[in-house]
């Protein structure tokens, strides 16, 4: 089974407009690392939040953690035609073991 | 140029047969991680190992066979005994240690059984 979960699975909005994914997980996390991948390719990483923290900004990314919740969010503001793609929460567990969930598919209109 | 490379790229497979997929990584990453990835779907993990000459079994490890004989380098063999081995295959690497940073993919291997 998964550790991540995101949500939702698919998005579609308008350039320019924001875009938020959701990820629950399952167990305790050493940190949470979001993934951006575009069709058929490898994954590349986007931003790690540690357990201990609970928001975390990298550009025009904002992600938050709860930890009570066993939760994150991206925020992808000001989108744009290049961000569409398939983004990703992974969970890391204190002993390496690194676990995807199934992917938010965004899709920016022009 | 330092990174991760999967070969090869697209694999066509006979029923029956085992395979080989390849992945080198010139980061120095302690860390090899082994990926599936079915059409529209997430990235379920197969075996990762943290160190040369240890590695642990993922979720989905039934039919795949892995060794990390050197640290460059973490092959992934698809067994007859995969019941249904076409998908998409990436590998990551990454450094260990009390920071756990984030990892690197390679560019994926498409697997066909024919």
């Known amino acids: 089974s998964q550790q991540g979960e995101e949500d939702p699975q698919a998005l579609s909005i308008q350039e320019g407009e924001n875009a938020t994914m959701n990820c629950s997980y399952k167990?305790?996390?050493?940190?949470l690392q979001w993934y951006r991948q575009n069709s058929g390719r490898g994954l590349v990483h986007l931003i790690l939040?540690?357990?201990?923290?609970r928001e975390k900004h990298s550009g025009r990314l904002r992600v938050t953690l709860d930890t009570s919740k066993k939760s994150s969010s991206l925020l992808i503001t000001a989108s744009r035609a290049a961000d569409t793609a398939s983004y990703f929460c992974?969970?890391?567990?204190?002993?390496?073991?690194?676990?995807f969930g199934a992917g938010t598919t965004v899709t920016v209109r022009a | 140029d330092g990174g991760i490379t999967q070969s090869p790229k697209y694999l066509f497979r006979k029923e029956g047969q085992n395979v080989t997929l390849s992945c080198e990584q010139n980061?120095?990453?302690?860390?090899m991680y082994w990926y599936r990835q079915d059409p529209g779907q997430g990235l379920r993990l197969i075996y990762y190992?943290?160190?040369?000459?240890?590695?642990q079994k993922g979720d989905i490890a039934e039919g795949y066979s892995v060794s990390r004989e050197k640290k460059e380098s973490f092959p992934l063999t698809v067994t007859s005994a995969q019941k249904n081995p076409t998908a998409f295959y990436l590998c990551?690497?990454?450094?260990?240690?009390?920071?756990?940073?984030?990892?690197?993919f390679g560019q994926g291997t498409r697997l066909t059984v024919v």
């Open positions: 990551a690497s990454r450094f260990t240690g009390p920071l756990h940073e984030e990892a690197f």
């Open positions: 992974a969970t890391d567990g204190n002993d390496y073991k690194l676990s």
């Open positions: 939040i540690r357990s201990n923290e």
């Open positions: 167990t305790s996390i050493n940190n």
């Open positions: 980061l120095n990453h302690d860390a």
């Open positions: 190992s943290q160190i040369v000459n240890d590695f």
